[in-house]
């Protein structure tokens, strides 16, 4: 069973920067790792995957240029740092992991094998 640990995340200002890490622990090794958030009232957003090797990703338009995902395959976490922060960005962000490539992770049908508890991302004015 695979279990993910979600941290990081906090309350920043608008312009700032923050980082969010998951871990993975159980058989995860090869399976393509990433980032959901859900703001309130609103459904699951995909922000962005990254293959099992971190040699493929996968970013939503409205991230891009913005928040970088890494990952250590030893240490089978993934990093996303979160730059130029902006009020729509405040959401619940998951942490998910699943044997689908990363590009198929923005697909209707995508229900994620393993998610993380949740942390929350606050951007202010």
């Known amino acids: 069973q695979v279990q993910l640990v979600e941290s990081g995340g906090g309350l920043v200002q608008a312009g700032g920067s923050l980082s969010l890490s998951c871990t993975a622990s159980?058989?995860?090794?090869?399976?393509?790792m990433g980032w959901f958030r859900q703001a309130p009232g609103k459904g699951r957003e995909f922000v962005v995957s990254i293959s099992w090797n971190g040699a493929n990703t996968n970013y939503v338009d409205s991230v891009k240029g913005r928040f970088t995902i890494s990952r250590d395959t030893a240490k089978n976490t993934i990093n996303m740092q979160m730059d130029n922060l902006k009020p729509e960005d405040t959401a619940i962000y998951y942490c998910a992991a699943d044997d689908w490539a990363p590009m198929f992770w923005t697909l209707p049908d995508y229900r994620g094998d393993y998610w993380g508890q949740g942390t929350q991302v606050t951007v202010s004015l």
């Open positions: 159980g058989p995860a090794r090869s399976y393509a």
